[in-house]
């Protein structure tokens, strides 16, 4: 009788529990997402099903969006400028909600494999904002809007999440992604895919949801530009080396007998090279086998590879 291995087949629940434990960015932006849904959708039935007998029930969710929701208005957005975050954590319906947090997962997965979590949750939040903007700018730029304008309000993630996708894919257009059904395919074709799911699903809406493409738009905008930026070496809200200040000597002597006595440093670029190869051993091996395949030895050097 053949004996399976342990640890030949990942432990999903283990790996579900340690990833939500891990308190990183992109754990806390999914769980702040399904949290305020799950929230907002039981505190509108509680109140519907307390109502239904006295005047047929009152429904609370589109009370919810207007005050939450990033008015196109512009003395409404100035009365609630809460609104202007807490539209990024509203979601029309659960599949909505379901679909953005799956690419959401996608994208921020990859995209913690090379930069920081506060850099990812700085660019979801951006990236959602510049949506809204641009969404409140062509609701009072364009005559086609101006009648709707004051009833029109921007919610969800699908700019934040488009942000954070584009960022990665233009970045790193050629990570392996593992797919059900296929081997491995290349990130830009995955976000392709993903991109035409978003958008499509939205082509035959009204005048009234409209908006949303504007919203897309913005996301997509901002994601665009930190990929290209990325891609190109450049750091994105990279925290400034404090300048040493220079000393000065009053003398020749002086200078020579502090430059005798500074602690002289090593080359490291031989260790650099040996932790970059290392990194790329361990990319591979999660390319292959999944993250859950490392061991805690490599988790930890990956980790402590990112902060450094």
Known sequence: MYNVPEGAFPNWRQSFRQFFRSR???SILILLNVGVWITLTVTDLAVFLSTLLFNGG???KPLFYEYLGY????????????????????HHNFWQLLFNMLVLWLAGSIYSQYKSGKSLLVHYLVGGVCGNLVFQLAYNIFPAFHHISTHAYCFGSSAAVLAVLLAVTLYQPNHPVRMLFFKTIRLKWVALILIGLMVIPSLDSDLKHVGEYFCY???A???AAVGVCLSKGKKWFAPKAKQKKQKYYTSYQAAADAQQSAPSTPSTSAQDNNDEKRVEEILA???KDGYGALTKEE???L???KKH
């Open 24 to 26: 990183s960015a992109l």
């Open 58 to 60: 009152l429904r609370l």
């Open 71 to 90: 008015p196109a208005n512009v003395r409404t957005a100035l009365i609630h400028p809460w609104s202007v975050v807490t539209s990024l954590f509203l």
């Open 217 to 219: 738009m913005g996301g």
């Open 221 to 223: 905008m901002y994601g």
């Open 285 to 287: 091996k999660i390319a």
């Open 299 to 301: 988790k930890d050097f």
């Open 303 to 305: 980790y402590h590879y």
